[in-house]
């Protein structure tokens, strides 16, 4: 990972949630500057954040997978979340799986590195967790929704295995509609390594 110690993966804790909150508003704002309207990025508040996951935290731990990449410091520098697929239409906003379908697909809900790591392999290395944890659950795919304008996400996910697959949809941001384009990853796709 560019001279660096190697990244340490570890299942998220209750207590790490003001870290994750805060990384996420982080994320956010690096992600999207030129996304998303300035005053929405601005209003985002990690500590509101924090406490609404604070309520679903443990309600969501038999179904929800957070993992964090934590540097030698303890300092948490990465974060990703993985659960069951919000449906053909949740986009970011959510909904469920289809009536009558079969529920087994997963979906990578956030992936965020500290802007400072973008590059270093972190998202790697937090990714090809997300994808063997995935794996392990039996997940028949895994699904994703990115912004359409950003570049560097979807050349990422691209050059680990994922590819749109044609479902689109409309997140509000604060009144700005942004689209958003689903990638999948097919079970055994190609391309991802975590080094």
């Not at 063997?132 to 996400?153: F, H, Q, Y």
Request: glycine share 14%.
């Amino acid at each position: 990972m560019n001279g660096r110690e190697p990244v340490r993966v570890r299942e998220a804790a209750e207590a790490d949630l003001e870290a994750v909150a805060a990384l996420r508003v982080r994320g956010w704002r690096y992600a999207y500057r030129h996304l998303m309207p300035r005053e929405y990025l601005e209003g985002m508040d990690a500590a509101a954040y924090a406490a609404r996951r604070r309520e679903t935290f443990a309600a969501t731990r038999e179904t929800v997978t957070d993992l964090v990449a934590v540097d030698g410091g303890g300092r948490i520098t990465g974060w990703a979340a993985l659960g069951p697929c919000r449906g053909e239409d949740g986009g970011s906003g959510g909904g469920g799986c289809e009536e009558g379908e079969d529920c087994r697909d997963g979906e990578l809900y956030a992936l965020y590195v500290e802007p400072e790591l973008i590059g270093s392999g972190l998202g790697r290395a937090l990714l090809a967790e997300v994808v063997r944890r995935a794996d392990a659950r039996r997940m028949r795919r895994l699904r994703l929704w990115v912004a359409e304008g950003n570049e560097r996400a979807r050349r990422f996910y691209a050059a680990a295995g994922f590819a749109p697959d044609g479902a689109r949809s409309l997140f509000d941001a604060g009144g700005t509609p942004v689209a958003e384009v689903r990638y999948t990853r097919e079970p055994g796709g190609a391309g991802l390594t975590a080094g």
